[in-house]
């Protein structure tokens, strides 16, 4: 072997090892790094008209976005998950309560009364159970999700030590992620061996993705949301910020959407005596929050960004299994990079003279 190969071996494999110990250096921070960087790519627009009317003083134009997207978006949202948590114990505690319980009961039973006895018969020979309890099963369905939230709580209460360097690391990665952004993109690029053309296309494919998830499927499902919490605020309806954060969350999934939130709740309401507001939740959440998603997602996307319904679902699910609510965003622009990339080996080297 020559000494050239062997100085190459060796350093590859030292190199490799570099990475390998950088990366475990700033795996605790990954995330807040994601989400800086997110924010970054978000509002970097209005960053770079804010410098250019402040005359180039970087610095200064990266201080006056950092603190407005801690006061606007990280300090309102932390304020949100906190109320949201608070929320949920209350409706777990308020549902197991014997009086709700009781008439949660009734209104299920005559809920159940309405599905054929056959299929009822079919369901519980499915399920090898001797009677299907619907209220049991509500319950059952409440719990999980309560205590699974509960759970997040006090973990987060456990490693509120950890929420806060991670809080605090996402806020300073912010102004250096204004300030020296740009930078940071163009010794990235120079360092990947491919054509320009190529990289060009693959940091595009990246950046409209990312917009279109971010801008287009977080900013839709944001407004459905609010409207959603304005709609049971003005109705009387308990949970508000709760119903809310929950038709965001559903929103960003493209099967299902808002009517996973609005449709029980109105239907909730009607069963329990509340009829006028529960036909209420069900017409605005039909024709006001679910009607956003049909004209605002294709108005602020556009063409950018067209990408397979069917591979788009299973790669947010998978993405959210993964990688936990950071597979929302994280999925689809994994999807279009690997897109990009089965384009430039269709061009490469089977499309392209020997």
Not at 191 to 216: R, S, W
Request: hydrophobic letters at 55%; proline letters at 3%.
């Amino acid at each position: 072997m020559q000494r050239k190969q062997v100085f190459a071996w060796f350093f590859l494999a030292i190199f490799l090892l570099l990475i390998y110990l950088f990366y475990q250096i700033l795996s605790p921070f990954v995330l807040a790094l994601f989400w800086g960087s997110i924010l970054t790519l978000t509002l970097y627009p209005i960053y770079l008209r804010l410098n250019k009317l402040l005359r180039g003083r970087k610095n200064i134009s990266a201080m006056i976005m950092t603190v407005l997207a801690t006061f606007l978006i990280i300090l309102p949202l932390v304020f949100i998950s906190a109320t949201v948590a608070v929320d949920m114990f209350d409706i777990y505690q308020s549902v197991t309560d014997n009086v709700e319980v009781s008439e949660l009961k009734n209104s299920l039973e005559k809920l159940k009364g309405l599905i054929p006895l056959s299929v009822l018969q079919d369901l519980e020979n499915k399920l090898q159970i001797e009677e299907v309890n619907v209220h049991q099963m509500a319950l059952k369905g409440l719990g999980s999700v309560s205590g699974y939230i509960i759970n997040e709580v006090q973990s987060a209460a456990t490693n509120l030590t950890g929420l806060l360097v991670n809080f605090g690391m996402m806020i300073f990665a912010l102004f250096f992620f204004f300030r020296d952004g740009e930078g940071m993109l163009n010794r990235l690029k120079y360092l990947i061996p491919m054509k320009d053309e190529q990289k060009d296309e693959i940091f595009k494919k990246f950046y409209d993705t990312l917009n279109a998830v971010i801008v287009g499927v977080m900013v839709t499902a944001a407004v459905q949301g609010i409207l959603q919490g304005l709609i049971f605020w003005a109705l009387g309806v308990s949970y508000s910020v709760l119903g809310g954060v929950l038709t965001f969350v559903f929103a960003l999934i493209p099967i299902g959407g808002a009517v996973i939130v609005w449709l029980p709740v109105g239907l909730y309401l009607v069963f329990t005596g509340s009829l006028y507001t529960g036909i209420a939740v069900l017409v605005l959440g039909g024709v006001v929050v679910s009607s956003v998603d049909n004209f605002l997602k294709p108005m602020i996307i556009g063409g950018k960004v067209k990408l397979s319904t069917l591979f788009l679902v299973l790669t947010i699910f998978g993405s959210l299994s993964v990688f936990g609510f950071t597979g929302i965003i994280l999925g689809p622009v994994l999807l279009a990079i690997f897109m990009s990339f089965i384009e430039i080996y269709k061009t490469e080297y089977l499309e392209s003279p020997e």
